[in-house]
T-cell receptor
């Protein structure tokens, strides 16, 4: 069974700092990996989807990488802003069609 | 393009009751997946529906069941509610079951007393 881990569980940075969120998974036979943000009590907003054949995806200040062989993905956020404060979740899709989620990293960007 | 919608937003039930949650998929999407998210946890997969058939199920008891309709909207039904069923229930739609981006609705907050 796929297990997804996100470290750290919480992160606090000053505004303007670049930061990296980590996601690791135990089963490398994934179809894709998706990053989301979740604001308190709300649904998930899709940030980036990386297919298993890709190494990275970029959207604005966000860059996600995928290394299947080592079972790792990172989400890089450049020039962080207070509006980036949220919980960031990664999810890996395996056979069986389900996505396996980590427990998230709670990010606080201090003005 | 209309996004994924869910109803109701909040719901309070008592133990032993039954509940139905509803999800409308995004236009052009034929796949709906349901997740349960307890406080402070990541979402846990319940099941997926693809073209009106169940297409994958997580480790959930049989009291959790679902439906998908010809317009690809979906329902999640939970019988004999237990206190531990209190959670945020999320649905996500995608163009196909595998290898596609998932788009989530705002969720239904279920409280079981």
């Amino acid at each position: 069974k796929q297990e997804v881990t996100q470290i750290p569980a919480a992160l606090s940075v000053p505004e303007g700092e670049n930061l990296v969120l980590n996601c690791s998974f135990t089963d490398s036979a994934i179809y894709n990996l998706q990053w989301f943000r979740q604001d308190p009590g709300k649904g998930l907003t899709s940030l980036l989807l990386i297919q298993s054949s890709q190494r990275e995806q970029t959207s604005g200040r966000l860059n996600a990488s995928l290394d299947k062989s080592s079972g790792r993905s990172t989400l890089y956020i450049a020039a962080s802003q207070p509006g980036d404060s949220a919980t960031y979740l990664c999810a890996a899709q395996n056979t069986g069609n389900q996505f396996y989620f980590g427990t998230g990293t709670s990010l606080t960007v201090i003005p | 393009e209309t996004g994924v919608t869910q109803s109701p937003t909040h719901l309070i039930k008592t133990r032993g009751q039954q509940v139905t949650l509803r999800c409308s998929s995004q236009s052009g999407h034929n796949t709906v997946s349901w997740y349960q998210q307890a406080l402070g946890q990541g979402p846990q997969f319940i099941f997926q529906y693809y073209r009106e058939e169940e297409n994958g199920r997580g480790n959930v008891p049989p009291r959790f069941s679902g439906l998908q309709f010809p317009n690809y909207s979906s329902e999640l039904n939970v019988n004999a509610l237990e206190l531990d069923d209190s959670a945020l229930y999320l649905c996500a739609s995608s163009k196909e079951p595998t290898g596609n981006e998932q788009f989530f609705g705002p969720g239904t907050r279920l409280t079981v007393l």
